[in-house]
């Protein structure tokens, strides 16, 4: 793949695309409806370098809470991230209950919970950013993406479209311990998941990077969304444990390793504001957790 074109800041392609892209997106979200390749690049949409989108993603979000970042390690190892705008606590009783229309897969991972601002334009190594998590959870990627064609369109398109997330959900609190345990070879339980009663994956959980914290450290090092950045009480994840899990419609998730988080996700459409009159909610799941709202940086 060649590499990605990181122009200098400010430089984009026009901002008239880059609203109309991100107005596209952000009414995808709302009404559960797709759109194909094609049909971006008929309309002359196609993002050409990161900054483009990262307004993209700032457009097509803008007014509504930011509750967490999904971070990762792409192309060329160029890191990147995307907004999490819905996000669900799992209770007392470790259950969670979603609604993700056009729900495609889902993904384990962990989720930290910064109880700090990552400032950008500073330099972090490991133990530095780790000084600014509160917390370490379990936790469940949604995948529902606006585009057809999920993760295989090109990688920029992908990214603007928030990598495909439509929700989240954070389950219990893990001992930070699982973080050396899942960065070294050190021998770990199977973790175990289960959809509407069938176990559907026994598997040894690993890490793409290794390490689940590698894909913040690097995001953390090379901030440039247009949205505030990681913040304190923000939730990041940073990829999944176990691959991508194929799930359809209606289910109930079980995910059993280091304690057990039980999901039922519900693919309900939700009602048109224009026709309703309505205010316009946030996509994917039905709750969230209570985050002020902010304004895109420019």
């Given at each position: 793949?060649?590499?990605?074109?990181?122009?200098?800041?400010?430089e984009s392609?026009?901002?008239?695309i880059?609203d109309?892209?991100g107005?596209?997106?952000?009414?995808?979200?709302?009404?559960?409806?797709l759109?194909g390749?094609?049909?971006?690049?008929?309309?002359?949409?196609?993002?050409?370098?990161?900054?483009?989108?990262?307004?993209?993603?700032?457009?097509?979000v803008?007014?509504?809470p930011?509750?967490?970042?999904?971070?990762?390690i792409?192309?060329?190892?160029?890191?990147?991230?995307a907004?999490?705008?819905?996000?669900?606590?799992?209770?007392?009783?470790?259950?969670?209950?979603?609604?993700?229309?056009?729900?495609?897969?889902?993904?384990?991972?962990?989720?930290?919970?910064?109880?700090?601002?990552?400032?950008?334009?500073?330099?972090?190594?490991?133990?530095?950013?780790?000084?600014?998590?509160?917390?370490?959870?379990l936790?469940?990627e949604?995948?529902?993406?606006?585009?057809?064609?999920?993760?295989k369109?090109?990688?920029?398109?992908?990214?603007?479209?928030?990598l495909?997330?439509?929700?989240?959900v954070v389950?219990?609190?893990?001992?930070?311990?699982v973080?050396?345990?899942?960065?070294?070879?050190?021998?770990?339980p199977?973790?175990?998941?289960?959809?509407?009663?069938?176990?559907?994956?026994?598997v040894?959980?690993?890490?793409?990077?290794?390490?689940?914290?590698?894909?913040?450290?690097?995001?953390?090092n090379?901030?440039?969304?247009?949205?505030?950045?990681?913040?304190?009480?923000?939730?990041?994840t940073?990829?999944s444990?176990?691959?991508?899990?194929?799930?359809?419609g209606?289910?109930?998730?079980?995910?059993?390793?280091?304690?057990?988080?039980?999901?039922?996700?519900?693919d309900?459409?939700?009602p048109?504001?224009?026709?309703?009159g309505?205010?316009?909610?946030?996509?994917?799941?039905?709750?969230?957790?209570n985050?002020?709202?902010?304004?895109?940086?420019?």
């Amino acid at each position: 793949m060649p590499s990605l074109k990181v122009p200098a800041l400010g430089e984009s392609y026009p901002s008239s695309i880059r609203d109309q892209l991100g107005s596209l997106l952000a009414g995808l979200a709302q009404s559960g409806d797709l759109i194909g390749l094609p049909e971006i690049e008929a309309r002359g949409l196609l993002p050409e370098s990161v900054e483009d989108v990262m307004r993209v993603q700032a457009a097509s979000v803008e007014g509504h809470p930011v509750a967490g970042w999904k971070v990762a390690i792409g192309p060329g190892g160029l890191p990147v991230a995307a907004p999490l705008l819905n996000l669900v606590k799992a209770d007392s009783s470790r259950h969670a209950t979603c609604n993700c229309p056009n729900l495609t897969a889902v993904e384990v991972e962990i989720a930290f919970c910064l109880k700090s601002d990552l400032a950008p334009d500073r330099v972090y190594g490991r133990e530095d950013v780790l000084a600014h998590i509160g917390s370490v959870h379990l936790g469940i990627e949604l995948i529902a993406p606006r585009l057809h064609e999920g993760d295989k369109a090109p990688f920029l398109l992908f990214l603007a479209d928030r990598l495909g997330n439509g929700g989240y959900v954070v389950g219990p609190e893990l001992d930070p311990a699982v973080l050396d345990m899942l960065a070294s070879a050190a021998s770990r339980p199977l973790m175990k998941i289960q959809i509407n009663g069938t176990e559907k994956q026994a598997v040894c959980p690993a890490h793409a990077n290794g390490d689940p914290l590698a894909p913040l450290v690097a995001y953390a090092n090379a901030q440039n969304d247009r949205l505030d950045g990681l913040r304190g009480g923000q939730f990041v994840t940073t990829g999944s444990l176990c691959g991508v899990l194929p799930v359809r419609g209606d289910c109930r998730l079980q995910i059993d390793w280091l304690g057990t988080l039980s999901i039922d996700c519900q693919d309900i459409q939700r009602p048109n504001p224009a026709a309703s009159g309505s205010q316009r909610a946030s996509p994917g799941c039905s709750q969230t957790r209570n985050m002020p709202k902010i304004s895109s940086r420019t």
